[in-house]
């Protein structure tokens, strides 16, 4: 059997780089797997994250070849192509971190590992990988940014910090 991989979408790397917390993915995975559809919706010109994201890639972030063909099967649930290629090249021992709700429930279906960035936290803190300290702060900058997530959401992850 070969070594599960880690497979991230754009939201979860563009929400952590731009809160300058990007490393959060490395201590937590050696080596994180992207496709060429994600390293394009997260290398967007004159967005400060982009530097940041652009020098973990070929470093701790791998790009993996996908078949476009097969991405045609995901149109019809209006899956984009990042999260649909990750969900197509992904295997049933792989993890993946999905944040959209119509990604989670198609790779659900496809018998797929994932959760969202925010029950990533929650484990990595679980897991010893990060303090529970850290974890609420990672988690206050979210709430701050951009990062789509519900007061249920939040408070559900501050009870298990």
Known sequence: MKDSRTFIDASTIIALASIGELNFLKKIFEEINITPHVRSEILVENYPETNRIS???GEWMKVIEINE???KK???HGLGKGE????DIARKD???VLDDPVARNVAKVNG???TGLIGLIVEASHAGLISSERGKKILDKLSSSDFRMTSELYNWAIKRL
């Open 69 to 71: 063909n097969n991405l």
């Open 94 to 96: 792989d993890r993946l």
């Open 55 to 57: 020098e973990a890639i």
């Open 112 to 114: 797929l590992n994932f």
């Open 84 to 87: 649909s290629s990750i969900i």
């Open 74 to 76: 995901y149109e019809k």
